[in-house]
């Protein structure tokens, strides 16, 4: 069997934290008189804090430094994290694990949150013995879709890009993926994610059954 690493973003995929995300940032846009619909805001979706809120900052002329912002967004990403809204990982998660460590390829999370959060949701849905390492976006010059995230996966195992596949949530990691010359899982949790994820090999809605089938023939594939 072919090396290969398979590459896992953390927000919408491992958990589903994207439908709270949203309310809290939609409060946060409130906050400071940002208006925004969702068109725009899935935009921003998989984008990391620094590049999200310096460009909100520019666009609605705030008054708050950057930094502010990124506190008071941490702040209450990690009352979700904390919180009874996050207690388990999205269904089949852990099977798909089981299966892919079974298989011994490698795996990783890389994802644009911050790489605290990472390892307290890793830790506390005891999932982090599943996983080699983690990249988060804080690590890295440029956030998705540039491919500066995947790249670094890579980089890091020595792997080439055709020997790494992506599973992504959002628009931009499925571009950040493709610009990095991987394949690319798209995962849709459920009507609430508008993402475009046309650009990925392949789109599912499960991590079970059928789907679950088809995820493994794409890694297998050559």
């Given at each position: 069997m072919k090396e290969k690493v398979i590459i896992f973003d953390m927000d919408g995929v491992l958990i589903d934290s994207e439908p709270a995300y949203l309310e809290m940032n939609k409060k946060l846009f409130t906050q400071f008189g940002i208006e925004m619909d969702d068109e725009n805001y899935n935009l921003l979706v998989g984008m990391p804090s620094l590049p999200m809120w310096t460009m909100l900052k520019e666009k609605y002329d705030l008054i708050n430094e950057?930094?502010?912002f990124i506190e008071l967004e941490k702040q209450r990403m990690n009352e979700i994290l904390d919180?009874?809204?996050?207690?388990?990982p999205i269904n089949g998660i852990k099977s798909l694990l089981d299966l892919l460590k079974e298989k011994n390829y490698k795996l990783s999370v890389a994802s644009s949150s911050a790489k605290a959060n990472i390892k307290f949701v890793l830790d506390k849905l005891s999932l982090k013995k599943y996983f080699d390492f983690v990249i988060s976006g804080e690590e890295v010059a440029n956030g998705k879709p540039a491919p500066d995230i995947f790249l670094k996966v890579a980089g890091r195992l020595n792997m080439k890009s055709?020997?790494?596949?992506v599973i992504e949530d959002s628009t931009n990691g499925v571009k950040a993926a493709a610009a990095a010359g991987m394949k690319c899982i798209g995962f849709r949790n459920n009507d609430t994610n508008l993402q475009d994820l046309t650009g990925a090999d392949l789109i599912v809605q499960s991590f079970e059954g059928k789907d679950l089938k088809k995820i493994i023939k794409v890694i297998e594939k050559n």
């Open positions: 950057v930094s502010e919180s009874e809204l996050i207690t388990k055709r020997n790494c596949i």
